[in-house]
């Protein structure tokens, strides 16, 4: 049995994803909906509690805010994990490049060869959507390093050995890239292309969002940057010098973010990634924009 394991905010939302997973699903299943309508657990204390309610011998934890598009995917997860033992967590969309920089699973805007991505995403406040396609190797399922919250799957052994890392973590952040990070340690990690979902909403990448990031590669530091396409030298320096343009804009006026960062670069020894030139501008960057209202 397949378990839904939901952070629930939204009474309607939930309403509609359940009537829509009764649809498509195509395999038994539960819900297990934790009610957050109040903001009075982390996304990390709330899957948690989502673990231990659930009885499935897989786990799907997903947004309130998403449909599917395909028929039985219940039944594409199953043999997901049924055909490849080495398997322990199955997304929607990931990338086989996690920086050193501090950034999430995604750090660029156009998609490319590290980039992995099925997925239907709409715009608040915009009546237009963007089908997101990026297969570079042309697979149906492709290993990856991390995967996005949006949607992913697990056996219920890994995920009550993994845990969410509630004592790390507070709030909504950054809990997909480092639960992935946890299961990558021991098992594959994967997108499919066989699923398809729409996604009703974007993602929120504010000041608190980089507080937790920083976490994040506070925790990890002695594994990044993980390069699974065993990219050359000169590739590693593009991933490493897009993430950090992904994450500057959201640097401007702030001093004591923009020191976090520089900070974490210097720990990461990010100089022996980029090279000394780009490294120097790196710094001199994040320099002016502390100082950019």
């Given amino acids: 049995m397949v378990s839904i394991i939901i952070c629930s905010r939204s009474q309607d939302q939930l309403a509609q994803v359940k009537y829509n997973v009764a649809a498509t699903i ?103 959507k963007n089908k997101i396609y990026s297969n570079p190797k042309k697979q149906t399922i492709s290993n990856v390093v991390s995967v996005d919250g949006v949607w992913f799957c697990t056996t219920r052994a890994i995920a009550e050995k993994v845990q969410f890392d509630e004592k790390t973590f507070s709030g909504f952040h950054c809990y997909d890239v480092d639960f992935s990070l946890a299961v990558l340690q021991h098992h594959e990690v994967a997108v499919t292309f066989e699923v398809l979902i729409n996604h009703f909403s974007e993602g929120s990448f504010n000041d608190s969002w980089i507080t937790e990031t920083i976490k994040l590669h506070d925790k990890w530091r002695a594994i990044l940057p993980i390069n699974l396409e065993q990219l050359p030298a000169a590739a590693v320096t593009r991933e490493e010098f897009k993430a950090f343009h992904a994450i500057l804009p959201r640097l401007v006026g702030k001093k004591d973010l923009c020191m976090a960062v520089l900070k974490e670069i210097w720990k990461a020894n990010i100089l022996s990634l980029v090279g000394v030139k780009k490294f120097l501008v790196m710094n001199l960057l994040l320099a002016k924009k502390s100082f950019k209202g």
Avoid at 41 to 48: T, V
Avoid at 115 to 122: E, F, G, K, W
């Fill in 26 to 128: 195509g395999a038994p299943y539960e819900v297990v909906a934790i009610d957050n309508s109040q903001g009075r657990y982390s996304i990390f204390q709330a899957y948690n509690w989502g673990i231990a309610q659930s009885t499935g011998d897989l786990l799907c934890f997903m947004h309130e805010d998403i449909s599917f598009e395909t028929q039985d995917w219940g039944q594409v997860v199953q043999r997901a994990f049924r055909e490849n033992s080495r398997l322990g967590l199955l997304g929607v969309a990931g990338s086989s490049y996690k920086p050193a920089v501090p950034s999430g699973w995604s750090f660029d805007s156009a998609c490319d060869d590290t980039t992995y991505m099925n997925i239907v995403q709409y715009y608040k406040g915009r009546s237009d």
